[in-house]
């Protein structure tokens, strides 16, 4: 009867499905398990350091660019002395063909920073030409010398590491490891510099592939990784009394960004995550049973501590997504990266600013308080005097000086098709704006002084 009673009554109402990536349905499970996707939460400090990038980004090519119209006369990248110029029609139309730029946007760059690129009319040609200023070619130098003093220690070391985390055989790609030579802190010519300077230690087949050779000079913690020390230092500086050895073990430093919900379940599934057992990212796993859970858990666990140190290696502790993916199979990285690393918001943060949301900056957060490294380098410190350069204002250089050298030449800036005169426009305005701009800082306009004695061909 009762069952008859219960087959009469309506069906409930279906509930609503929640929306893809609320808070709620996040960490709604009770599963002790990481859930597979988070929603995406915005550190605007990490974003605030790639919108600096975006103008050293645009230098380094239009500087490339010069190099490139101006060879085989021109120097090496890295020790320029930022004398060489070049006609700003040809550098306009190289700009234009290869960076893909806007008629107006080249001359746009070099005139908002005038710090770093200072246009002029040459004396004998009596053309609009552009070059480096004395304070861009001297961070350009200061971190060319930063690299070669990393040279003969730090710098092979990085890479012995950086082969050691592509076990069984040790080898990478050298069009890869060229890729990443600037997160790296590599020179140009790393293949001679460090691997064929050091036979011992290295070997590059013929196949393109560079080997690591195994030394007894190697330091005994050699395979030790970053995670490793950082852990071992914090267990040892913020020891509590009742805390236990297990917890500490195998645990990341986890800092969640500002404004990330963190459920009640989430928390259980972390704390049980930092206590999960995982091998080294320096070990040899091949022959592992990877057939239960367990085994793959800690094989994720061990990609996390692999793409972790990868990062570590970096002089920034940063690297695009596209070039972490080059070393997807021997970190043991899945394919969906992206995915894998969202996963994981603690720990990594991915920024898309940049190109336009094209280009996804991996940054280790542990490595950063309030968008600063912890632990500068000197590569790092000379990397910053050229950011700082380029986010000078304008207004502080003697524009109106630069401005009266052009003469006629405006027209130049817009590539022919007579975008000079809305630079002008748009960089002086009326008289006023132009005895403004002459009215600033007298140093810079002594510096300025000094640039046309010492760039004059």
Known sequence: ??????????????????????????????????????????????????????????FHALYSLIL????PTAPSRGGGSGAVSVPFTRLGALAR?????????????????????????????????????????????????AVAAALP???????????????????????????????????????????????????LTPDGFVEFLPSPADPPDLTVAAVERARERHYREHRAPDSGEEDA???FPIRFPPGFKIGKYFRIAVWKWQR???ASPYADVSSHDLRSLEAQRRMEKRAVAA???????????????????????????????????????????????????????????EAYYKGELVEPNEVHEARRKLEELLMISPQ???????????????????????????LRDEFLGDGGGRKKHADTDGADSEEDSGVESLYID
Request: hydrophobic share 45%.
């Open 307 to 365: 793409v972790h140190e990868l990062l570590s290696l970096t002089v920034e502790k940063r690297t695009t997504l596209e070039r972490l993916a080059l070393f997807r199979e021997a970190l043991g990285v899945p394919k969906k990266i992206k995915e894998f690393l969202l996963k994981y918001q603690g720990i990594f943060y991915i920024s898309t600013r940049g190109n336009q949301g094209k280009l996804h900056t991996v940054f280790l957060r």
């Open 153 to 203: 220690s730090a710098s092979v070391i990085r890479l012995r590491k950086l082969l050691l985390l592509a076990p069984p055989h040790h080898r990478l790609r050298l069009e890869h490891i060229h890729l990443l030579r600037r997160d790296l802190g590599f020179p140009e010519d790393f293949a001679e510099s460090i691997i064929q300077s050091n036979p011992s230690l290295f070997r």
């Open 249 to 251: 073990r195998f645990a």
């Open 97 to 145: 063909r290869q960076l893909r730029l806007a008629p107006l946007d080249a001359g746009r760059f070099l005139l908002r920073h005038a710090h770093a690129f200072h246009l002029f009319l040459h004396p004998v040609h009596r053309m609009l030409h552009a070059r480096l200023t004395p304070r861009a070619a001297a961070a350009l130098h200061a971190e060319a010398e």
């Open 1 to 58: 009867m009762l069952r008859r009673i219960a087959a009469l009554r309506p069906p409930p109402p279906p509930r609503a499905a929640a929306p893809v990536g609320a808070g709620a349905a996040l960490f709604s499970s009770k599963s002790t398990s990481i859930p597979q996707k988070q929603q995406r939460v915005r550190d605007h400090a990490f974003d605030g350091i790639m919108e600096v990038q975006k103008r050293v980004r645009r």
């Open 68 to 71: 490139y119209a101006t060879a």
């Open 276 to 278: 999960l057992p995982y």
């Open 396 to 422: 502080k250089a003697n524009l109106d000086r630069m401005f009266t050298s052009m003469g006629r030449e405006w027209d130049e800036l817009g590539g022919g098709r007579r975008g000079g005169a809305e």
